[in-house]
């Protein structure tokens, strides 16, 4: 007579133990998990404003071997964009340095050569590398919005995260009245104690870039001493 062995499943002790082990597992590999997460988010932000950088460069060097700063003219008063930089919406800084800058003005305004406005900021990043690395809309900035940035002298740890819980991946900080062409970009969603930042000056062509604890905020005077 052949013997018909059972077919055995777990103990409960043996069930505890893999489960004991998967919660361990799991305490290690979590933090693990989130630190990529936050790493490639990073790498998006700093990828982004690499590609601004280079495109600056670019625009700039166009502008020059074209014969320098030229400027349009519309109705027999110049309009302030540039003539051949083939980049629409993008002029050239006041300064006449072939810089570019953006400008949320109407397009029959006399005066075009400035960055007016946090807006703006995320108008000359996306028209020049062509990304749709913001979370938000354009329009979600200031002047349009009151949120995801800023043209106060300081910005606060509560500014910085009502931005966050409103959805902002970037805060811009642009001083106009003291910053003309200025635009101070900082990702959020990441650790803000070790956040990346890109500062561009669109008047000198000065830009800086690294990482800083904002999680505390900042003011606009520490900033311009990062250049």
């Known amino acids: 007579m052949q013997n018909i062995q059972k077919e055995k499943g777990f103990t409960l002790i043996e069930m505890i133990i893999v489960i ?5 597992l799991a305490i290690f590999a979590a933090p693990r998990f989130l630190n990529f997460a936050s790493d490639s988010r990073t790498a998006a932000f700093e990828t982004t404003f690499g590609n601004m950088t280079s495109a600056v460069q670019i625009y700039r060097g166009a502008c020059l071997a074209r014969g320098g700063d030229v400027v349009d003219e519309k109705g027999g008063r110049p309009d302030g964009y540039t003539q051949g930089t083939d980049v629409e919406g993008i002029g050239s800084n006041f300064t006449g340095s072939c810089f570019p800058v953006s ?12 960055i007016n406005n946090p807006q703006a ?5 996306e028209t020049l590398t062509a990304t ?5 809309s354009s329009l979600d900035y200031p002047p349009r919005n009151t949120l995801g940035g800023s043209n106060k002298q300081t910005v606060s740890a509560s500014n910085l995260q009502q931005a966050i819980d409103e959805g902002y991946n970037v805060f811009i900080h642009q001083r106009f009245n003291v910053g003309v062409s200025y635009c101070h970009y900082y990702q959020l969603d990441g650790d803000l104690h070790n956040a990346s930042y890109y500062l561009y000056n669109a008047m000198e062509g000065e830009i800086s870039e690294g ?3 904002i999680s505390n905020g900042f003011t606009w005077t520490d900033q311009l001493a990062l250049y």
């Not at 004991?20 to 361990?24: C, D, K, W």
């Not at 749709?132 to 938000?136: A, L, Q």
Request: with cysteine; aromatic share 10%; glycine share 0%.
């Open 103 to 114: 400008n949320t003005k109407d397009t029959n305004s006399y005066i075009k050569r400035d």
């Open 132 to 136: 749709d690395y913001f979370s938000k």
């Open 121 to 125: 900021c995320v108008e000359l990043v």
């Open 211 to 213: 990482r800083q604890d």
């Open 20 to 24: 004991v082990l998967l919660a361990v």
